[in-house]
């Protein structure tokens, strides 16, 4: 009796763990499972096959329109004709005015009135001066070069001795560029004393001149003015 309490003790504890493990297996079998169904979409299969989705329908019948009979027409009265007696107009007899065509003595005289003239709006017009035309610009003043100042000590053309021997004299004019710092760039002859020694003779004078610079409007620039020599003998 003792050994077989031992026994049977180990076989029912060995039987609970067995079942233990079979419903722990059965539980995680289950979830895994489920987890499957849900994954793949045959739980909600399932669940639409177990449970239908019922559709009710309620048919509403509309009340039908009640037509009203149509109205009957009275009975038209008989028209009853009855004779007017006619009325007799007695037509007044018509007057008519005739015009004398001679005035009344003390009748006054009546002259035509004419009717007034139109109104015509007088309209002035003033008098729209022209603009005036812009006044033109004033000229520059030019001042041309000068060499017969004081201060440039410019001396005179030599007289070659040739030509005083010769007894040769005239008039040079010579065309000279002055530069602005007053000093002679070109020169060339514009009038001839008829001589050719006379001429040589102030054409290199001019050369060899200081001049005070032409200005316009008070500022100095490059100007050309004429320089006339005079070549005379002595008496």
Do not use: C
Request: proline share 14%.
């Amino acid at each position: 009796m003792s050994a077989s309490m031992p026994l049977q003790l180990s076989k029912s504890s060995l039987f609970a763990a067995n079942r233990n493990v079979v419903i722990a297996g059965s539980v995680l079998l289950f979830h895994a499972l489920a987890i499957w169904a849900l994954q793949t979409g045959l739980l909600m299969r399932a669940v639409e096959m177990i449970v239908p989705i019922e559709i009710q329908a309620q048919m509403v019948e509309l009340p039908t329109p009640k037509s009203d009979p149509a109205p009957q027409k009275p009975p038209e009265p008989v028209k009853q004709v009855v004779s007017k007696p006619k009325q007799v107009t007695q037509v007044a007899p018509t007057l008519l005015a005739v015009a004398d065509a001679t005035p009344a003595p003390n009748a006054p005289s009546v002259q035509p009135v004419s009717p007034p003239a139109p109104y015509v709006p007088t309209v002035v017009v003033a008098a729209v001066a022209a603009p005036a035309p812009p006044a033109p610009p004033a000229a520059p003043k030019i001042v041309l070069p000068s060499s017969d100042a004081d201060y440039l000590s410019n001396p005179k053309p030599p007289y070659p001795p040739i030509s005083k021997r010769l007894s040769e004299q005239g008039k040079v004019i010579v065309r000279v560029l002055i530069s602005a710092e007053g000093q002679a760039l070109k020169a060339e002859l514009r009038q001839s004393s008829g001589f050719e020694r006379l001429d040589q003779s102030a054409l290199a004078t001019v050369m060899k001149w200081r001049y005070v610079p032409g200005k316009r409007d008070g500022v100095a620039e490059a100007m050309s003015f004429n320089v006339p020599i005079t070549f005379q003998l002595e008496q």
